[in-house]
């Protein structure tokens, strides 16, 4: 057993985007910080890999400029942000009032519908004229809910009756036919379920930051996310391949034998190891998600956009190289495709065989680069979901995370702060 660390203020378990915020906040105010990692790289669910020369994410994630923990701590421009169309394409059977002889311009196959936000882009106002996309009591009662989400404050958005989300659009006015064929697909991709049961303050909360913001991603991936975050602490403060076994009355006790003592221990570590570190702490059911990364020889969409569909045979897909070209050598497509629940035997080729479908392209030939499951992918965050919840578990324990808050970045981000104005609280700063 090595010699123990001169002791320190607080330790804080983990390098997920909580744990670095919290970590942030509590330097900033002169209280000595350690951060221990259990990886080799900071991020925990926001991880980038490189697979044969292409830019491979840990599962498919997009970033929300307009978040207000993302503005506050970091550089967006730093991040070289390539944005998403501000909408999305809706795969449908033709039979299901896709008219591909009478359909509009922005039809780009059979079947194929766009939802645009016409705020954005003027041009796509037809798209959204009434028997195209929805009818004109649905066109009308999504104008109103969008336009309350987009304008009222977020406080106010917290104290609606957190209902289901399907039953929040319903109580708008939202017909079933215009839930099943866009809110349904679309907001599977966002909360990973596909029944609507997310809790409708959330809803109403990510709605905004949709309506408010823009989708997109860090030209180096996901994980520059989190690195930046990580570079604007002091060196020294982050150590790496730490992980931790136990917490201990002094501190913590990490994997090699070594104890590490502080007056206060964070733990950010993802559900699994927190539920490990502070048995009987109550953490919510995650959603399992799966990611087939697909290469092909040129994008089989030519555009930077989400497509979803009304089959739900996946979740959403997307040429990841028209987004930012860097994740894919010269000459190559990425695409990313994700789906509810594990990768298991078979379901690559039914995804296959469905993205020939939606994408109108023979996938045959395309080479299945890497496979990404993320076993805790979010947080289920069904009703009555708290927005925010207490970090302090016993004297000098604490716990942050995005089951502390929202299932987000700006969750994470948020309760890595809370976490952060208690541990200070408590020790007198």
Not at 9 to 27: K, M, P
Not at 101 to 123: A, E, I, N, Q, V
Not at 316 to 329: I, M, W
Not at 333 to 358: I, K, N, P, Q
């Amino acid at each position: 057993m090595s010699a123990s660390p001169a002791p320190t203020d607080v330790l804080v378990v983990g390098a997920g985007a909580a744990g670095l915020a919290c970590a942030r906040d509590l330097l900033a105010q002169g209280v000595g910080v350690r951060l221990l990692e259990a990886s080799d790289e900071v991020g925990g669910r926001m991880r980038t890999d490189r697979v044969e020369g292409f830019v491979v994410d840990r599962g498919f994630q997009v970033f929300n400029t307009s978040y207000p923990q993302v503005r506050h701590r970091l550089a967006l421009r730093d991040l070289r942000l390539r944005p998403f169309t501000p909408g999305v394409l809706i795969h449908t059977d033709s039979h299901a009032g896709t008219d591909s002889h009478t359909g509009t311009g922005s039809h780009t196959g059979s079947g194929r519908l766009r939802f645009t936000d016409p705020t954005r882009r003027p041009r796509t106002l037809p798209d959204l004229l009434p028997g195209r996309l929805a009818g004109p009591r649905d066109l009308m009662a999504l104008g109103l809910l969008s336009a309350r989400d987009m304008l009222a404050p977020p406080r106010l958005l917290k104290r609606t009756a957190d209902l289901t989300t399907r039953t929040a659009l319903a109580d708008a006015g939202i017909s079933d036919a215009l839930v099943e064929r866009f809110f349904r697909p679309f907001l599977s991709g966002v909360f990973l379920e596909d029944e609507l049961v997310t809790s409708a303050r959330v809803f109403h909360l990510v709605w905004r930051s949709m309506l408010r913001g823009t989708l997109c991603l860090p030209a180096e991936g996901i994980g520059a996310v989190p690195r930046a975050l990580a570079a604007a602490l002091p060196a020294g403060t982050v150590h790496l391949d730490t992980p931790v076994d136990r917490l201990t009355d002094d501190g913590v006790l990490t994997a090699d034998g070594q104890e590490v003592p502080a007056r206060a221990v964070v733990v950010a570590t993802g559900p699994r190891q927190t539920a490990t570190l502070l048995p009987g702490v109550s953490l919510p059911a995650y959603r399992v998600v799966t990611t087939y990364y697909h290469v092909t020889e040129r994008s089989p969409i030519g555009e930077p956009t989400l497509l979803v569909d009304t089959r739900r045979r996946f979740l959403n897909t997307c040429a990841l190289s028209d987004v930012t070209p860097t994740v894919a050598p010269a000459g190559h497509a990425l695409v990313a495709t994700s789906v509810l629940g594990h990768d298991t035997e078979g379901r690559e080729s039914e995804v296959r065989a469905a993205l020939s479908d939606a994408y109108g392209t023979d996938t045959g030939p395309w080479d299945l680069l890497t496979t990404r499951t993320v076993e805790d992918a979010l947080p289920a965050m069904r009703p009555p979901q708290p927005l925010s919840r207490t970090t302090r578990i016993t004297p000098g324990r604490y716990v942050c995370g995005d089951h502390r808050a929202t299932g987000s970045v700006q969750g994470a981000l948020a309760s890595g702060a809370r976490a952060a104005r208690e541990v200070l609280r408590d020790l007198g700063r």
